[in-house]
């Protein structure tokens, strides 16, 4: 449905690109701020210490201050049609008894981490019921990344929780019909999991080469064979990133 781009009219338009920017999702804003000074509790405990970038999401104040900021971000912006939220960049997940038990105790090799998705749907899903109270049918979006991309299985997603897969840690050569690539046939698993729990999907895929960005690339092969299997596993909208860099990325950053 929609195919949106930092790009800006007119050549976004020539392109063929538009619709709602998919928002920002690394970090959780919290009104008021969790300071050190209000104690701990907000922190992950990390190594037996509150002192983790994450929060602590099981614990009801992150979610109480967390629908207190999306409401006042709503109050601000009732024309956008949502919220971006999610962890920091990074690890330090909360290893507190709660938070654990949120989790569905599967490996996502991957991340090389124990999955944190199913706290993450359940903090979410409290989240959009609280926003929903003052602001009906606003969505709520995250990146499904780092250990967070696996699809649910504990805790299913309100509907109007929106995913934007950003497979940073898989290949990014192949597409999805290769039959070598074990991380491409990964991907496709995730975003058909994922299209059987939610009703919108977008792609925040890597169009350029992350682990050497100079070096010339061509991921047009690969998005021709994964827009097509993308759309038919439930993706409604991409919104990737790319390098304006013309010299080695010409006839992907034309595409
Ligand atoms: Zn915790
Ligand atoms: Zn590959």
Redesign the pocket.
């Known amino acids: 449905r929609y195919i949106t781009s930092s790009m800006t009219p007119p050549f976004s338009n020539k392109v063929r690109l538009g619709g709602e920017m998919f928002p920002s999702a690394h970090g959780i804003k919290l009104s008021p701020p969790r300071t050190k000074e209000d104690g701990l509790e907000l922190y992950?405990?990390v190594n037996g210490k509150r002192l983790g970038s994450q929060?602590?999401?099981?614990?009801p104040e992150a979610v109480k201050r967390a629908v207190a900021y999306a409401i006042n971000f709503f109050k601000k912006r009732p024309d956008l049609p949502w919220i971006g939220m999610g962890p920091n960049d990074g690890s330090g997940f909360?290893?507190?008894?709660?938070?654990?038990a949120l989790d569905s105790n599967e490996w996502d090799s991957y991340s090389s981490h124990m999955a944190t998705t199913d706290r993450y749907i359940w903090f979410f899903n409290q989240v959009v019921a609280g926003i929903h109270k003052v602001y009906p049918g606003k969505k709520l979006c995250f990146y499904a990344y780092h250990t967070y991309t696996l699809p649910p299985r504990k805790h299913m997603p309100d509907k109007h929780i929106v995913p934007a897969f950003a497979p940073i840690s898989l290949c990014r050569v192949h597409g999805m019909s290769n039959p070598v690539c074990p991380d491409r046939s990964f991907y496709k698993k995730v975003m058909v999991g994922w299209g059987k729990v939610v009703p919108e999907i977008f792609e925040r895929g890597y169009y350029f080469n992350l682990a050497c960005p100079g070096f010339p690339f061509s991921k047009v092969h690969a998005v021709r064979d994964e827009i097509v299997e993308a759309r038919k596993a439930g993706v409604t909208g991409w919104k990737v990133e790319g390098i304006p860099s013309w010299a080695t990325h010409t006839p992907t950053t034309y595409v």
Do not use: G, I, P, Y
């Open positions: 992950a405990l929060l602590c999401v099981s614990n909360c290893e507190c008894e709660n938070c654990r």
